[in-house]
Nanobody, 115 residues
């Protein structure tokens, strides 16, 4: 069974930094493509960044150059380092993967960027 648990959200001022993490359970983590999504109030959930099982990385244009996604296969962890945060980055951040034809989501962690 795949379970994803996010942590590390919080309140940060504009221009600040914050890291969020995703802990996974499951036997085949190293081969999973891990994705971060976010959902702001009243908006659709949007793609943020992805790290493939093979290590390739992609980012949404809105976060490119500010966010860094990484993973630790031994710890079954996925990370999202966020720098130069903007108020528009305020959202619930979700960890996602797909395995055996099924979608798996974490419960989300709130990131609020405000002065």
């Amino acid at each position: 069974q795949v379970q994803l648990v996010e942590s590390g959200g919080g309140l940060v001022q504009p221009g600040g930094s914050l890291n969020v993490s995703c802990a996974a359970s499951g036997a085949y983590f190293s081969r999973w493509d891990m994705v971060w999504y976010r959902q702001a109030p009243g908006k659709e959930r949007e793609y943020v960044a992805q790290i493939f099982g093979g290590g390739n990385i992609e980012y949404a244009d809105s976060v490119k150059g500010r966010f860094t996604i990484s993973r630790d296969n031994a710890k079954k962890m996925t990370y999202l380092q966020m720098k130069n945060l903007k108020p528009e980055d305020t959202a619930v951040y979700y960890c996602y993967t797909r395995e055996w034809g099924r979608d798996f989501w974490g419960q989300g962690t709130q990131v609020t960027v405000s002065s």
